[in-house]
């Protein structure tokens, strides 16, 4: 049944979120009920660079540690995890702030777990890739906003190792 209204791999995806909250473990992917994603729409793709693509944009944007870090600890309980340790994950945006995602709504924001396979490092990779691409004019802001929100892991894979060279040198060894 999930197949046929969503396709196999939104399928096997629903069914991995479902299986991770009933059971209460991390999972590299965000609860899409919990944490759809936003977007800030005041980002345009006609106004990129004069926002996003802009030095110093996020720092401009994004919410204090106080407000993150009172939603981290809601949301690990909200999230169901086992592990409440709130250092082991990272406060994230789902829609990155690079790319037009909302800096402050509930909806972009959770936490990700650092010591996991896909841990917020590989999606900081992302990230920023994406943010390359989108000012470069490689992909449209539309377009990075619904493939990371749809499945951030699956947008890694397919831009990440062919965009490597985007990456700081320091970061380009580290990919697998």
């Known amino acids: 049944m999930l197949k046929k209204a969503f396709g196999k791999r939104r399928a096997f995806f629903i069914c991995a979120v479902i299986s991770f909250s009933v059971f209460g473990q991390s999972s590299p992917l965000p609860d899409p009920r919990i944490t759809p994603g936003a977007i800030d729409t005041s980002v345009t793709q006609e106004n990129i660079h004069s926002t996003v693509c802009v030095r110093g944009y ?104 062919s965009h490597r060279y985007l990456l700081p040198k320091h970061r380009r060894n580290n990919l697998d």
């Open 58 to 161: 996020t720092g401009r944007v994004r919410p204090d540690k106080q407000y993150t870090n009172r939603l981290k600890h809601e949301q690990l309980r909200q999230y169901r995890y086992q592990d409440l340790n709130p250092a082991n994950y990272e406060q994230d945006h789902l829609i990155p702030l690079i790319i037009g995602g909302n800096p402050s709504d509930p909806n972009n924001l959770w936490p990700q777990p650092r010591l996991d396979e896909w841990s917020a490092e590989q999606k900081n990779d992302l990230e920023f890739v994406v943010y390359k691409m989108v000012c470069r004019g490689e992909i449209s802001l539309k377009e990075a906003q619904q493939r990371v929100a749809g499945n951030w892991i699956q947008a890694y894979k397919d831009w990440v190792p």
